[in-house]
């Protein structure tokens, strides 16, 4: 890491944002500029989008390991960790709702340790009938395999029936994740998969 000091802190700017953490594999991913400024240098990145996104919870989380989907649905495979795969609207009402309380909660955080963790915004939203079981409405989460394949019976049982994978709750969010872990690792998920194949 470059030992960039401004006012005897190390930071970057991102976005025009102080960053204090910046990885060498993000810096090596970004085009670096160092750049003369009032006799600080400071940093430019040229891949905003890249670093942000794949650093970013975009309200749901900074301290959680989100990933984008194509990276989730590899690390899945490799790892044997079942996805759990949000998808919201940055101008959705409820989106900005359940934000803060999916970000607050210490039980999300730490059930997301057995998961790949996927976070879609927008226009990240893949065209797939698999992620809309039930129609398109926002926010939805899903669970899938770490094959990807979409689990349609995993749904929010404390929920509307109309609406299987809308959660209004961080309690609801921690229900479903460990009914998700339960039935999508160790044995029980083994004896399930083995019997589809044969």
């Not at 670093?51 to 749901?60: D, I, L, P, R, T």
Request: net charge negative; glycine share 8%; hydrophobic share 35%.
């Amino acid at each position: 890491m470059l030992n960039t000091k401004h006012n005897n802190n190390l930071f970057y700017l991102l976005k025009g944002q102080p960053v204090e953490v910046l990885t060498a594999v993000e810096m090596k991913r970004c085009d670096l500029i160092p750049r003369e400024v009032s006799s600080n240098v400071l940093l430019s990145l040229t891949c905003f989008q890249d670093v942000v996104e794949a650093a970013s919870g975009k309200g749901f989380g900074d301290n959680i390991h989100w990933r984008t989907l194509d990276d989730g649905k590899k690390e899945a495979e490799t790892s044997g960790l079942p996805i759990m795969l949000i998808i919201h609207k940055t101008w959705c009402g409820a989106c900005k709702a359940l934000k803060p309380k999916f970000a607050e909660s210490k039980e999300i955080a730490e059930l997301a340790h057995n998961f790949v963790m996927i976070n879609l915004e927008d226009e990240e939203e893949p065209k797939d009938d698999a992620l809309s079981p039930d129609g398109g409405y926002i926010p939805r989460i899903l669970f899938l395999d770490p094959s990807g394949k979409v689990h349609p019976e995993l749904g929010n049982k404390n929920g509307n029936p109309n609406y299987k994978y809308f959660y209004s709750n961080a309690e609801h969010v921690v229900s479903g994740m460990k009914e998700a872990q339960e039935k999508l690792t160790g044995d029980a998920y083994k004896q399930g998969h083995t019997a589809d194949e044969l």
